[in-house]
């Protein structure tokens, strides 16, 4: 969808000098300040959940700690059996073992509750601020499979960071602390030799995972982004590939990506699995070097049972550190891909947003400048504008003046490099994304059309619209009496990008969808693109006539036919002003408008001259 539905293209894909996309060897390796920005970002974003979250932690803490007691109790209690004692004296154990084991299963059912809970709420978040920023930015050097790999694999890296990285190594360093407390109440000299083997698997092992695993994983993120351009390469330009005779090659080049992959995939899990021996042979060793401390300090036999197997399960809730060190470093390279996304400052504040209704929206552009590239020609150069509430200006000019980019600047897709543009005295870059597109939207150039039914796409604009709304909307576009043709009718299934449309109808369906938003602002760039001459002049004409009264109109054209009965026609070249007015004015006078108006005319009458 476009700005006029509240959501803009990320960009185009680049194209090879054949015209054939070449996909990238892979994404630059971002600066290590981005990874630490990034964690930074999303502790940020966590904050309104954060007594979720602490809640999470603490009922994760308790999990481990209900299984280190389940394990050094059930031991005291199988060693004290085994001496045949009063039942009454093993009953307090017995009851804890059950009430430790059920309580371990609670812990995390409801930990896990609670964590999720927390951080669902949050990607949500982080998801849209992500999606709102690529739409924002419509960077040409974007690639789409890229900016989706973005937008699912690197955001959930935010999820993971504080379920698999935070909560359980904030939970793992607690307990531990714990067990050498509780096993320091039994044998000081025991519980030293606990707290080494403690950091040597809870620091030490850490340390090395993230050491030895840290080159490979920083490819990983860049590698699957390259793989999403990939397959987006393969799907929708396998006819240009085919043509070009490139297929083989894009094909190679897939297979050559997904085994760098899978290479490097496999040595993080060979890696995983030589830092997990290692905190196996560091439990045993703990244990070990425990009992033997113990049996010296003359510690009784059922604590040194106690004391071996709580070293055990103790090394084993250190060693989560390892895993969670392992994750942050896997996660290291998703999150710095989208740092930057979310460090983006922020929207104003609501109280400064227009109220999106039904009434008009003054607008205005001071002295706006925009360039795509440091260094490159303004595409739009000190542009001014007024557009009061009710007022219909048309921007017209040759291919590349700054049309489209005018329309953008608008809708909020493009940010003015200088100047500014207001609806209602507020910058519409501080207007908050959810709240744009109710001010200001309509057809911009690359309107997109879903694979759904005509009724689906036209119910974007407005969902609550009724079959006479859409009756309407499709009747100022020209396209109700198509409509009515269709065995379906308003179920008819267009298919994927419009493909069972022809390029002036997939136009209409736009069209009518944008009318049927009814923005208070409405912009509509090249509106009748795709239409006969006699087409297009009914279309703009019904179209102009649906618009509500008080709302203003933008009209991006380069047909000058119909513009007789708007209030201002504004011609650029270059970027620039270079002549505005009525019509009628502009016809009177020497310029770029009389001759292009004077050369349409002729052309258009030599075509209907021949048309049946």
Not at 499 to 520: I, K, M, T, V
Request: hydrophobic content about 50%; glycine content about 10%.
């Amino acid at each position: 969808m476009t700005a006029a539905d509240g959501v803009t293209p990320v960009g185009r894909e680049p194209a090879g000098p054949t015209g054939v996309p070449v996909a990238p060897s892979g994404s630059p390796e971002p600066p290590a300040p981005a990874r630490t920005g990034a964690e930074r970002a999303v502790l940020r974003l966590a904050r309104p959940y954060l007594s979720r979250l602490l809640g999470a932690g603490l009922l994760a803490a308790a999990t481990e700690f209900a299984g280190l007691a389940l394990m050094a109790t059930a031991t005291w209690l199988l060693m004290s059996a085994a001496g045949r004692p009063p039942l009454d004296r093993l009953t307090v154990a017995i009851v804890a073992v059950r009430a430790l084991a059920v309580s371990r299963g609670v812990f995390r059912y409801t930990e896990r509750l609670a964590g999720h809970d927390a951080v669902l709420r949050m990607i949500t978040d982080v998801r849209a601020r992500v999606f709102a920023t690529l739409a924002a930015r419509r960077e040409t050097g974007r690639r789409t499979g890229d900016a989706l790999s973005r937008l699912v694999s690197d955001v959930e890296a935010a999820q993971d960071l504080l379920l698999r990285v935070l909560v359980p190594g904030a939970a793992a360093a607690l307990v531990s602390v714990l067990a050498v407390g509780i096993a320091a109440l039994i044998s000081p000299p025991a519980a030293g030799v606990l707290a080494i083997g403690l950091l040597v698997a809870g620091v030490a092992l850490p340390a090395l995972a993230t050491r030895i695993t840290r080159r490979a994983a920083d490819e990983v993120a860049p590698l699957r982004g390259a793989l999403a351009v990939d397959a987006v390469d393969l799907t929708h330009g396998a006819a240009d590939l085919a043509a070009f005779g490139a297929t083989g090659a894009a094909l190679a080049a897939a297979h050559q990506r997904a085994g760098r992959l899978a290479r490097l995939e496999r040595r993080l899990a060979a890696t995983g699995f030589a830092v997990d021996a290692l905190g196996v042979l560091v439990g045993g060793l703990t244990a070990a070097a425990v009992v033997v401390v113990a049996l010296r300090a003359e510690v009784g036999g059922v604590l040194v049972g106690v004391l071996a197997v709580g070293s055990l399960a103790a090394v084993e809730v250190a060693l989560a550190l390892v895993a969670a060190a392992r994750q942050r470093t896997q996660l290291r390279a998703g999150l710095a891909r989208v740092a930057d996304l979310l460090t983006e400052p922020a929207t104003a504040t609501p109280q400064t947003t227009p109220e999106p209704g039904n009434d008009g929206h003054d607008v205005r552009f001071s002295d706006v400048t925009v360039r795509y590239r440091a260094g490159a020609a303004p595409a739009l150069a000190g542009f001014d504008l007024d557009l009061p509430a009710g007022r219909r200006v048309a921007v017209v000019g040759p291919s590349g003046a700054g049309k489209s980019t005018l329309a953008a600047v608008l809708t909020g897709a493009v940010r003015p490099d200088a100047g500014r543009v207001t609806a209602r005295g507020v910058p519409v870059s501080e207007i908050p994304a959810e709240h744009l597109p109710r001010v200001v939207g309509g057809l911009l150039a690359e309107a997109y059309v879903f694979h759904a039914t005509v009724k689906e796409n036209l119910l974007l604009g407005r969902p609550d619209a009724t079959e006479a709304d859409l009756a309407a909307a499709a009747r100022a576009a020209g396209l109700l009496d198509w409509v009515r043709e269709q065995p379906d009718g308003w179920e008819t299934v267009v298919g994927e990008q419009g493909g069972q449309l022809s390029g002036g109808q997939r136009q209409r369906l736009a069209l009518a969808r944008a009318l049927l938003a009814a923005p208070p602002v409405l912009v509509l760039d090249e509106p009748t693109e795709g239409l006969d001459p006699a087409a297009a002049d009914a279309v703009l004409e019904s179209t102009l006539a649906a618009t509500p009264a008080g709302h203003s109109v933008l009209l991006i054209s380069h047909r000058l036919s119909g513009l007789a009965g708007l209030d201002e026609i504004v011609v650029l070249e270059g970027g620039r002003v270079v002549q505005r007015g009525r019509h009628d004015e502009l016809v009177a006078r020497p310029g770029w408008y009389r001759e292009q108006w004077l050369r349409q005319e002729a052309a258009e009458r030599g075509y209907l001259a021949i048309t049946p």
